[in-house]
């Protein structure tokens, strides 16, 4: 190494006066800054190159031409759009008529033990005066075979399927419950008259009908009738409900003194509802 430059090492070479003379911590301090500024710049610098590349560029706008021949894009092929069914749903109409298959539990005799269960059909049709109080009235038919009395024991009469029928005609208010436009609960009380045909089949082999007859049944007669319960109904569409109709059937038919002739038994439909369109 030449001479100038020991000379300037020699020169620019601290000594112990530097560092009594508190040069030293002056320049730890200014490290320390240009550290800390140095780790800002680097992070700043890196987020900005980040929101940069997460923002995407701003689209040129379309021509004049363009824009005019620019349509809304249409929905591909299997594309679901979902929608609701149900959203029109209302209680405002001011008709509805049901059908349904209807089962029914009765005794054709005050003295048979066994029960007869009978299908058919049921057909009603409600009149609202306001939103929840209307008129029902219902129309039932009832069909099948009962059992008779031990007593028919070898007499002609003695089968296991003798068929019997009960016809129902009955009216009365009903009311709107608990609703939303999934389900609705409806309750009736309606009242009117029966019609029991027992002894049409066993009149085929003589006069010996009616409760004190060989068969045990009663005499083919109008009652009186009735159906206590109501309707559950689960809305499918606003015009079209599936319902079900549980009740508890009342009939009358006129047996003997000894036996009580008042009759309460399980009956049940299942059908569909249509609100006819007109409101109130």
């Given amino acids: 190494m030449n001479v100038p430059c020991l000379c300037l090492l020699t020169l620019f070479r601290p000594g112990q006066a530097i560092y009594h003379s508190g040069v030293n911590r002056l320049l730890n301090r200014a490290n320390s800054f240009l550290i800390v500024a140095a780790l800002a710049a680097v992070f700043a610098a890196a987020s900005q190159a980040q929101s940069s590349s997460s ?3 701003p689209a040129p706008a379309p021509a004049p031409e363009e824009a005019a021949q620019t349509k809304p894009a249409q929905p591909a092929n299997g594309t679901y759009i979902s929608s609701d069914p149900l959203a029109n749903v209302r209680y405002d109409n001011k008709w509805d008529a049901s059908v349904g298959l209807a089962s029914g539990h009765i005794h054709a005799g005050p003295n048979i033990r066994e029960g007869a269960d009978l299908g058919g059909l049921d057909l009603s049709g409600s009149y609202w005066l306001t939103k929840r109080l209307g008129i029902e009235g219902s129309g039932r038919a009832y069909l099948g075979t009962s059992g008779t009395t031990p007593a028919a024991a070898g007499a002609p009469y003695n089968e296991s399927g003798v068929f019997v ?10 009311y709107l419950g608990p609703h939303n436009k999934h389900a609705a609960v409806v309750l009736h009380a309606l009242v009117g008259g029966a019609y029991g045909d027992f002894n049409k089949e066993l009149g085929r082999g003589g006069s010996t009908t ?31 409900v599936f319902r079900i109709t549980p009740d508890a059937l009342l009939t009358g038919y006129d047996g003997t003194k000894l036996y009580p002739h008042t009759q309460w038994n399980f009956g049940i439909s299942v059908g569909v509802v249509y609100k006819f369109k007109k409101k109130r």
Avoid at 165 to 174: H, K, R, V
Avoid at 211 to 232: C, E, K, M, R, W
Wanted: proline share 9%; glycine share 18%.
């Fill in 165 to 174: 029928s009960q016809y129902m005609f009955l009216a009365g208010p009903e």
């Fill in 210 to 240: 009616g409760p004190t007859g060989v068969a045990g049944f009663y005499d083919n007669q109008v009652s009186l009738g009735g159906a206590l319960g109501g309707h559950i109904d689960l809305n499918r569409s606003p015009s079209w």
């Fill in 55 to 57: 923002t995407p560029a």
